[in-house]
């Protein structure tokens, strides 16, 4: 005989709405607040239930651990509506930091470096934040001082986009150093945007004025009638 399987337990999803309102309120009293705001005192649950019923509200249990519970009269499906748009714009609002990293070697030629360099101030005018880490390895540990001077070298040559937020700090076999955009990352670039932009409103206001093409069936001019019948006229 095959033995019977266990029931599957269903986990409740962790963001699923807790709030007790109207009928699922079951404690015998509650410490009730009007719609505006005011105390009305300890009345009994199905009491504060039919005086929210009677304005076309909500019994909504808002502090559950009191003594008795606190419930509060008002809309609950507005109150939440407006409590996800909230949420909703403070996501929005948040700046989410994004971090790149950029490796280099203590003895890096002037082109690599340029390059490097390069990709920093395309980071940081993208408002990133810039890990800077200086590979040392043999004998190069024994001389820590050369990246630490390339790196304040590099920070002194983006100092108009970017500040040091961490000093170089030797960790290991590597340095490293952060770099935070200022005000002024991006500010050129969105500059060249706004130019760009503007650049393509006028070309296409430009075509917009252009004048119609002349008809295919647009009366000729005199000069080529002539010459239409000079060519008639030959034999």
Same mark, same amino acid.
């Given at each position: 005989m095959r033995p019977r399987r266990r029931p599957v337990e269903h986990v409740r999803p962790s963001n699923r709405d807790t709030t007790r309102i109207n009928d699922a309120i079951r404690v015998p009293n509650v410490r009730l607040i009007d719609d505006d705001g005011s105390q009305l005192g300890i009345k009994s649950t199905d009491e504060a239930r039919e005086y929210a019923y009677g304005k076309n509200l909500d019994l909504v249990e808002v502090a559950a651990q009191? @003594?008795?519970p606190v419930a509060k009269i008002m809309d609950y499906g507005k109150y939440k509506y407006e409590q996800e748009q909230k949420a909703k714009q403070a996501r929005k609002h948040q700046s989410q930091i994004h971090v790149k990293e950029i490796k280099l070697r203590p003895k890096i030629g002037i082109h690599d470096y340029n390059t490097k360099k390069g990709h920093v101030e %395309?980071? $940081?005018n993208q408002r990133a934040k810039v890990k800077v880490t200086i590979m040392f390895r043999g004998r190069e540990t024994t001389?820590? /001082?050369r990246g630490r001077d390339l790196l304040l070298r590099l920070a002194d040559d983006v100092k108009e986009i970017g500040m040091i937020e961490s000093q170089p700090l030797l960790d290991g076999r590597n340095m490293?150093? $952060?770099l935070g955009p200022?005000?002024?990352a991006g500010v050129k670039r969105d500059a060249e945007d706004q130019d760009t932009q503007r650049s393509e409103e006028a070309v296409q206001g430009d075509g917009e %004025?252009?004048?119609?093409p002349p008809a @295919? @069936? +647009?009366e000729p001019q005199p000069g080529a009638q002539v010459v /239409? +019948? /000079?060519a008639e006229v030959r034999p």
């Open positions: 009191a @003594d008795p %395309r980071f $940081l001389h820590p /001082e490293v150093m $952060l200022t005000k002024n %004025r252009q004048g119609p @295919d @069936d +647009a /239409e +019948a /000079e």
